[in-house]
């Protein structure tokens, strides 16, 4: 048996914003995009290196004001990188917890993405 990676499903209202967030702010790419017919919900896949995340504007796909955790190396520089955008809806810092650092952020519809980097072995 083999499990392969979640892709997780995140609940958006509106295609500008989360443009404007996943692409603009956070540097994903739009790998794909569908919808049933024209002026239908929009449902497309995105990435930065290994995360993928599929984004949907259909009723019933997934439950606004979600978490998720993503692991990450090298989190000041990927902080240093979100606050040189300049995006004024949001300027996350980093926490030093006992599991690592953290950097959250939360998306224009109430989602949000906790990055993660595990204190370095010793």
Partial sequence: MH?????????IFSEDNAREFYVGFLGFA????????????????????DLILHLSEHH??????S??????????????ELLGKQYKYGKPGIEVLPWGKV????????????????????
Wanted: proline share 9%.
């Fill in 30 to 49: 739009v790998e794909w995009e569908h919808r049933f017919e024209d002026n239908f919900p929009l449902y497309m896949q995105v990435r930065r290196a």
């Fill in 3 to 11: 499990f392969s990676r979640a892709i997780p499903i995140i609940r």
């Fill in 103 to 122: 950097l959250e952020t939360t998306d224009p519809f109430g989602n949000r993405i906790r990055f993660c980097e595990s204190p370095k072995e010793e």
């Fill in 67 to 80: 978490a998720i955790f993503v692991p990450i190396q090298d989190i000041e520089a990927f902080h240093d």
């Fill in 60 to 65: 019933g796909d997934a439950t606004p004001g």
